[in-house]
Nanobody, 125 residues
Framework: DVQLVESGGGSVEAGGSLTLSCTYS????????MGWFRQAPGREREGVVA???????WYADSVKGRFTISKDDTKDTLYLQMNSLKPEDTAMYYC????????????????????WGQGTQVTVS
């Protein structure tokens, strides 16, 4: 079974930083995409950033220049470094994984992903 477990969420003041981690197991697609999504109360889940198996990345406009995705294969962990946090970044953040079968226009849509973690809360005040 594929398992994704997020950690690293918390409360931070505006302008601060947080690093989220997503430890994955049972996942071995050759062509894969992994990403971070977020969902605020009353809003739809939105794509934040995606990483494909060839190293390509896609960032939502709202986080470009502030967030960075990375992956450590030696630790089977996906990271999201978040800097210059804003109150509007407050949300539950989810790690997701799937086969890379969509183009750039769909890579930040939740439907491109088969597996999801349980989420970690980020609150910016």
């Amino acid at each position: 079974d594929v398992q994704l477990v997020e950690s690293g969420g918390g409360s931070v003041e505006a302008g601060g930083s947080l690093t989220l981690s997503c430890t994955y197991s049972g996942y071995s697609y050759r062509n894969y995409c992994m990403g971070w999504f977020r969902q605020a109360p009353g809003r739809e889940r939105e794509g934040v950033v995606a990483l494909a198996s060839d190293g390509s990345t896609w960032y939502a406009d709202s986080v470009k220049g502030r967030f960075t995705i990375s992956k450590d294969d030696t630790k089977d962990t996906l990271y999201l470094q978040m800097n210059s946090l804003k109150p509007e970044d407050t949300a539950m953040y989810y790690c997701a994984a799937g086969r890379w079968i969509v183009g750039p226009s769909g890579i930040l849509h939740p439907s491109a992903y088969n597996y999801w973690g349980q989420g970690t809360q980020v609150t910016v005040s």
